[in-house]
């Protein structure tokens, strides 16, 4: 179903410089591996299935640099843009005859995107962009998003990992950062982190490497991390 509004709304321009614009009808699903948006998840982006309601418009004229996930009042953020080098027309992963495009997703941008998400809870979000023919699509649906369950959160991923991976805390309040890396033996490796005032949100280092860079050795690692939110510790693995 195609409605018609003015794209000085949409864009926020003067309006007397808008114009009429089709808006199209347009449905969109998280495939099954993708149901749950966790913002820890060690998948570099997370994908949504687009389709076009009742043949209003090809995808093949979608144009892919406008497309935007959008979520009010749930991060640091309201909309983020798809990775252009993954979007593509997918297979019918629902098997209703009709043909998706597949559009991905940093999962930094994810993260920024529903950061204010604790716990699990369902998430209503819009999926829109333009075509090449000026008219807009806009898809409402719902998203299950694992969001922290406190502060700071923390998670490794890889863990084992081989030879490095991403560890990444996220805050509440701003505030001193400090990360230590242990040995099995208590022994301290390097001070990964060292941020005397630290921004609330989302922040990640690589661990793996001895203070010079030289990968480390294959073993069991912990870590310390103190933030104004409090402390936290793990344990990681790395195996070669």
Same mark, same amino acid.
Not at 5 to 31: H, K, N, Q
Not at 111 to 132: K, W
Not at 147 to 169: C, D, E, F, M, Q
């Given at each position: 179903?195609?409605?018609?509004v003015s794209d000085g709304t949409l864009a926020g321009v003067d309006s007397t410089m ?19 948006? $966790? ?15 009742? #043949? ?11 497309? $935007?996930? $959008? ?12 990775? /252009? ?21 940093? /999962? ?25 023919? #000026? ?6 649906? /719902?998203?299950?998003a694992q969001g922290v369950g406190g502060y700071p959160a923390v998670a490794v991923a890889? =863990?084992?990992? =081989?030879?490095?991976a991403k560890i990444s805390v996220v805050t509440s309040r701003p505030g001193r950062m ?15 982190? =060292? ?12 661990? #793996? ?9 294959? #073993? ?14 793990? $344990? ?5």
């Amino acid at each position: 179903m195609a409605l018609t509004v003015s794209d000085g709304t949409l864009a926020g321009v003067d309006s007397t410089m808008a114009r009429i614009v089709a808006v199209l009808e347009a449905r969109a699903f998280a495939a099954p591996e993708n149901r749950t948006v $966790r913002l820890f998840a060690s998948r570099p982006s997370a994908c949504i299935q687009l389709e076009p309601v009742g #043949g209003d418009f090809a995808l093949a004229d979608v144009n892919l640099a406008t497309v $935007r996930l $959008r979520s009010a009042g749930t991060g640091v953020i309201d909309e983020i843009a798809a990775l /252009s080098g993954k979007l593509g027309i997918a297979r019918d992963r629902d098997r209703n005859g009709v043909p998706e495009l597949s559009a991905c997703f940093a /999962s930094e941008d994810v993260r920024e995107l529903f950061q204010s998400v604790t716990g699990r809870v369902q998430v209503d979000v819009t999926l829109d962009g333009v075509l090449e023919s #000026g008219a807009r699509f806009v898809a409402a649906f /719902s998203l299950e998003a694992q969001g922290v369950g406190g502060y700071p959160a923390v998670a490794v991923a890889p =863990n084992p990992l =081989n030879p490095s991976a991403k560890i990444s805390v996220v805050t509440s309040r701003p505030g001193r950062m400090v990360l230590w890396l242990f040995d099995a033996q208590g022994r301290l490796v390097r001070v990964v982190l =060292n941020e005397p005032m630290a921004a609330p949100g989302v922040h990640e280092a690589h661990i #793996g490497e001895g203070p010079g860079g030289a990968p480390l050795p294959s #073993g069991i690692y912990f870590y310390r991390i103190e933030t104004a939110d409090g402390a936290a510790t793990g $344990r990681v693995a790395i195996l070669k």
